[in-house]
């Protein structure tokens, strides 16, 4: 049996791990708690399934949203739709990297040409 203090911790656990998953869900996800869900993506993807039935359950719009995407892949298995949300965010931290030093580089380019105007 669990006390007080105890069910606090697993109450407090469950809602982070809830709401972790609205965040990637709803692509509003801090990118600092998604680095720290891709470190640990087998343990998140492992208890995220085991939050109640209301907690858990995705609409059958995202549900169809992410078989769409996963057909679209080609996917050999079958992905959960949270493990799909959370390849999507992936991703989309990867594209914004790759175009932050795309965008660092053309700076540095500008700054070079300005300065040997000069």
Do not use: W, Y
Not at 51 to 60: A, F, H, K, R, V
Not at 91 to 101: G, H, I, P, S, V
Not at 104 to 116: A, Q, R, W
């Amino acid at each position: 049996m669990l006390s007080d203090g105890g069910l606090e911790i697993l109450v407090s656990a469950t809602s982070l791990l809830a709401h972790v998953g609205h965040c990637l869900r709803n692509g509003e996800i801090q990118v600092n708690t998604l680095r720290i869900v891709q470190k640990s993506r087998h343990r998140f993807l492992k208890l995220f399934p085991l939050l109640s039935e209301e907690e858990d359950n995705t609409t059958s719009k995202e549900e169809a949203v992410t078989r769409g995407i996963s057909e679209e892949e080609g996917n050999q298995h079958e992905a959960s739709p949270m493990e799909t949300f959370l390849d999507m965010r992936i991703e989309e931290l990867e594209a914004f990297k790759k175009e932050r030093e795309t965008v660092l580089t053309f700076i540095e380019m500008c700054s070079v040409i300005k300065t040997g105007e000069s």
